[in-house]
C-alpha cells in the first residue's frame, strides 16, 4: 500500500489547472436576457401538444404558451408578439 502513496505522490500532472470561475453578468433591465425552450411531446389537448416556455433570466418571471410541435418561425414571432 506504500508503494501506491508514493507514486501518486510523484506522478506527473497532465492537466493544466482550471482557471478562476467568473460570474456571469447580471442584466440591468428586465427583458433583455432570455431564456426561451420548447416543452414537447405532451398528450394532446385543445390541440395543443408543445408549450413554448419564455423567461425573464433577471425577474424569473416565466410565460408559458400552449402551442403545437409544427409551429413554425413566423407562428413563434407572432406568439411571442401576441403572449410575452
Not at 489547472?17 to 420548447?38: D, G, M, N, Q, R
Not at 398528450?43 to 402551442?67: G, M, R, W
Request: with cysteine; net charge positive; proline share 5%.
Amino acid at each position: 500500500m506504500e508503494d501506491y502513496d508514493i507514486c501518486q505522490k510523484i506522478k506527473n500532472k497532465t492537466k493544466v489547472p482550471a482557471e478562476k470561475l467568473k460570474l456571469s453578468e447580471v442584466p440591468k433591465k428586465p427583458w433583455t436576457h432570455l431564456i426561451v425552450y420548447f416543452i414537447m411531446k405532451l398528450p394532446l389537448a385543445a390541440e395543443k401538444d408543445a408549450i413554448l416556455v419564455v423567461c425573464n433570466i433577471l425577474s424569473k418571471i416565466t410565460h408559458f404558451v400552449a402551442t403545437t410541435e409544427e409551429t413554425l418561425v413566423e407562428g413563434l414571432a407572432q406568439l411571442f408578439k401576441n403572449n410575452v
